[in-house]
């Protein structure tokens, strides 16, 4: 062998290969792509992602088509609130949409009254949920900042309809909430992620 052609095979297996992951678009990850209110329909498996920085919220299938809304979070602050001084702010967390309840309190809980109950990573119960509220028009645009729940995801009579409709029909909703959402692609990977995580996790428990 040569010396150019020495030099030459040596340039080309010093050049690095890039490994695969799911970053590079593998077959079956989703693509985020918009979809209308009009447009949407409830498929099995709908997540949801919560922005707790920006106040948005995403409902989306396998394949990435989503379409988002607006959402009130927690205040920025302690409060007294049912018996007990805690961080106002929602959580950023893994969860499961596993139960719903009828509340009495039609102002905090809106005119239905829906709870849709968050479990903290599928199995915790806790006080979280997504609910309505029953001066809707007033928390959402009566002052310049949407931080004004008492930690649960509160949303418009709509969104909740929706909500409520797919969980009925799947039976649980996995939902992610994070402080920031910077890309919609790479935060819908790393929801799979957490999960497959998550399994194996209890795999390994099981031996």
Known sequence: MSTLTSTLLMLILSVPIAPIAREQGLPGDPVPLQISRENWSIEEDDKILVDTKNNQGYIFHKDGRY??????????????????????ATPNWNWVAKSIHIKGDRLTFGPSGRFLRLYKDGTDHTAYGFHEYGNEKELFYGMDTRFRSMGCIVVRVPIMDLLVNTFEKNGSIEVTSQHGIYDLRTAMLAFEKDKEDLEESEQVALY
Not at 69 to 88: E, H, P
């Open 67 to 88: 379409m988002n809304f607006d959402v009130v979070t927690g205040q920025k602050r302690w409060v007294y609130y049912i018996g007990r001084s805690y961080n106002a």
